[in-house]
């Protein structure tokens, strides 16, 4: 209970600093951040929507701690105000609502699927040390990681959209369709879904693979697992229960970061695809110049990292008590 009071209270603080640094830091730019934004839009902002701009950064307004306050407030209570320039009116606190998701369903399965795939590949593959899995699999995911994967998102564009018109490779689903809960929009979505996901899948597998079979091997080596085998305990029992729940500790704290950006999306890959997940939703405010929503994406990215971090260890203290009085 210690531990996770520690780790409750040390979330605190840091989800303090992050809300504050997101209300500092707009108001520490260098100009007017609202007229930048008449100026972008060409005097199309109303004199009203310039005025809610200003006090939604400050601008004019002396008391910094009543706004400081009302900032807290409306964060407490989802008011992220209205998007000026990318969605012009809309509720920001909706567009992130609707964004969200299509990047959950798409980054993240795909993150944990690469991570399952990814930890697996390279328990086998550090078990059989040497062998025809470990030979091939891991060198050859290991490269695909190096490459760009929105490059390798184009390429498959033009083979399997453009030259085969195998499958869609625009949107996340046909517009003459009205979205539901229906098969034939399930299944489209799906199908818009197959290259972004599988673009993302190869290109992240690797570094799972490679870090799960790097650590295995070192605890392959440990005295615990040497006399497991003197025990005579059976393969896959050494195999699961002495080396890979061990070996998978430091991954977890990796996989809890991913998991947390997750919710920022792939920002490439989304704009590739041209998939309006939170990533998309985030490139286009900045290109936009759309204040209140990049404060909104900016914290919602922030929180998840930080309550995925949170989960990560005391998932860890539960697998390995160990780390509660070393922390």
């Known amino acids: 209970m210690r531990f996770v009071l520690r780790r409750l209270g040390f979330f605190a603080l840091t989800l303090w600093v992050a809300l504050t640094l997101n209300f500092v830091l707009p108001r520490l730019m260098p100009g007017n951040p609202a007229l930048a934004v008449v100026a972008r839009s060409r005097g199309a902002i109303s004199p009203a929507a ?8 400050g601008i004019g307004h002396q008391n910094i701690l009543a706004e400081y306050s009302r900032y807290l407030g409306d964060v407490a209570t989802g008011k992220f105000g209205t998007s000026l320039t990318t969605f012009p009116g809309a509720s920001v606190a909706r567009i992130v609502l609707d964004a969200i998701p299509w990047t959950l369903g798409l980054v993240g399965l795909t993150t944990i699927l690469a ?28 490269i695909m990681t190096v490459i760009p994967y929105f490059w390798i998102g184009l390429v498959l564009i033009l083979f399997f959209g453009v030259k085969l018109h195998w499958l869609p490779y625009f949107f996340s689903y ?21 290259l972004p996901a599988f673009t993302l899948l190869i290109t992240t597998i690797g570094t799972w693979i490679l870090t799960m079979r790097n650590t295995m091997i070192t605890t392959l ?7 497991a085998r003197a025990k005579g305990l059976p393969g896959h029992r050494i195999m699961l ?8 500790l430091p991954n977890l704290t990796g996989f809890a970061m991913s998991l947390g950006f997750v919710v920022g999306g792939a920002i490439l890959i989304e704009e590739v695809f041209n998939y309006q997940g939170v990533g998309y939703m985030l490139l286009q405010a900045v290109n936009n110049d759309d204040y209140p929503l990049e404060q909104a994406l900016f914290l919602l990215i922030t929180v998840a990292v930080l309550v995925a971090i ?16 070393a922390r």
Do not use: C
Request: aromatic share 12%.
């Open 50 to 57: 310039l005025k809610v701009l200003e006090a939604q950064f």
């Open 115 to 142: 991570f399952l795939l990814g930890t697996g590949i390279g328990i086998f593959g550090a078990w059989r040390r040497g062998g025809r899995l470990d030979s091939i699999m891991p060198p050859i995911f290991v």
């Open 174 to 194: 046909d517009f003459t369709l009205t979205p539901g809960f229906n098969w034939t929009f399930i299944g489209n979505v799906l199908e818009h879904a197959i």
């Open 221 to 227: 080596a440990e005295d615990y697992v040497r006399m």
């Open 241 to 248: 229960d002495y080396a890979a729940r061990n070996a998978i």
């Open 310 to 325: 949170l989960l990560s260890d005391v998932a860890t203290a539960i697998l390995d008590p160990r780390t509660r009085g």
